[in-house]
């Protein structure tokens, strides 16, 4: 079984910087991509951002471009969510994801760390 923690979340004042780091664990599996979604009350979840694994190119929701950075470690499984000059409105719980070979979608999923930004 693949599991995916996320961590980093918080309450931080507006214009303030978190990052959230998510780390798999469990069975092996070669993963396409990762990537990270937000979900904020009374609201669908939305795509932040996500890194294809081989090459380690980034895309970006318009909402977050210029903000927020994916990066991940050179060895190992974890991946990281820089989030720079945060609004209210990115109060979320931020979930991290991976895309397995030969998934047409995102097949794991972490349980949400929450992330507040205070006006």
């Known amino acids: 079984q693949v599991r995916l923690q996320e961590s980093g979340g918080g309450l931080v004042q507006d214009g303030g910087s978190l990052r959230l780091s998510c780390v798999s664990s469990?069975?092996?599996?070669?993963?396409?991509?990762m990537g990270w979604f937000r979900q904020a009350p009374g609201k669908e979840r939305e795509f932040v951002g996500h890194?294809?694994?081989?090459?380690?190119?980034?895309y970006y929701a318009d909402s977050v471009k210029g903000r927020f950075t994916i990066s991940r470690e050179k060895v190992g499984n974890t991946v990281y969510l820089q989030m720079n000059n945060l609004k209210p409105e990115d109060t979320a719980l931020y979930y991290c994801?991976?895309?397995?070979?030969?998934?047409?979608?995102?097949?794991?999923w972490g349980r949400g760390t929450q992330v507040t930004v205070s006006s």
């Open positions: 890194m294809r694994w081989s090459g380690g190119s980034t």
């Open positions: 469990g069975r092996t599996f070669s993963a396409v991509a």
């Open positions: 994801a991976a895309q397995a070979q030969g998934a047409s979608g995102w097949n794991y």
